[in-house]
C-alpha cells in the first residue's frame, strides 16, 4: 500500500474523502519471494536484502497526521 500504492493514500489523506483505510502491514511484498517493504524495519533481513534494509521505515502515521488526517488510530 504504501510504496505502490503511496500516492492514493496520501491524496485521500489531502482531500479528506470519507473513506476507512484498514492495511494489515507484515512490511513484506507478499509476491516478490520476501522483498522488504518501505515500512520495513532498518536492518530487517529478506531473501532479497540479505544484508538488511538500510533505510529508515516510511511512517504513515505521522504522514497522516502530519497532513492533517481526521482519524489516525494504530491497534
Same mark, same amino acid.
Do not use: D
Given at each position: 500500500?504504501? &510504496?505502490? &500504492?503511496g500516492n492514493h493514500f496520501l491524496h485521500a489523506v489531502r =482531500? $479528506? *474523502?470519507n473513506i476507512v483505510h484498514? *492495511?494489515? $502491514?507484515n512490511m513484506v511484498y507478499g509476491l @516478490?519471494? &520476501?522483498q522488504a517493504?518501505? @515500512?520495513? =524495519? =532498518?536492518g530487517f533481513k @529478506?531473501? *532479497?536484502?540479505v544484508a538488511g534494509v538500510i533505510l529508515e521505515p516510511f511512517n504513515p502515521l505521522a504522514v497522516a497526521i502530519a497532513l $492533517?488526517?481526521?482519524?489516525?488510530?494504530r491497534a
Amino acid at each position: 500500500m504504501y &510504496g505502490e &500504492g503511496g500516492n492514493h493514500f496520501l491524496h485521500a489523506v489531502r =482531500r $479528506n *474523502v470519507n473513506i476507512v483505510h484498514i *492495511v494489515h $502491514n507484515n512490511m513484506v511484498y507478499g509476491l @516478490t519471494k &520476501g522483498q522488504a517493504s518501505p @515500512t520495513s =524495519r =532498518r536492518g530487517f533481513k @529478506t531473501p *532479497v536484502q540479505v544484508a538488511g534494509v538500510i533505510l529508515e521505515p516510511f511512517n504513515p502515521l505521522a504522514v497522516a497526521i502530519a497532513l $492533517n488526517a481526521s482519524f489516525v488510530a494504530r491497534a
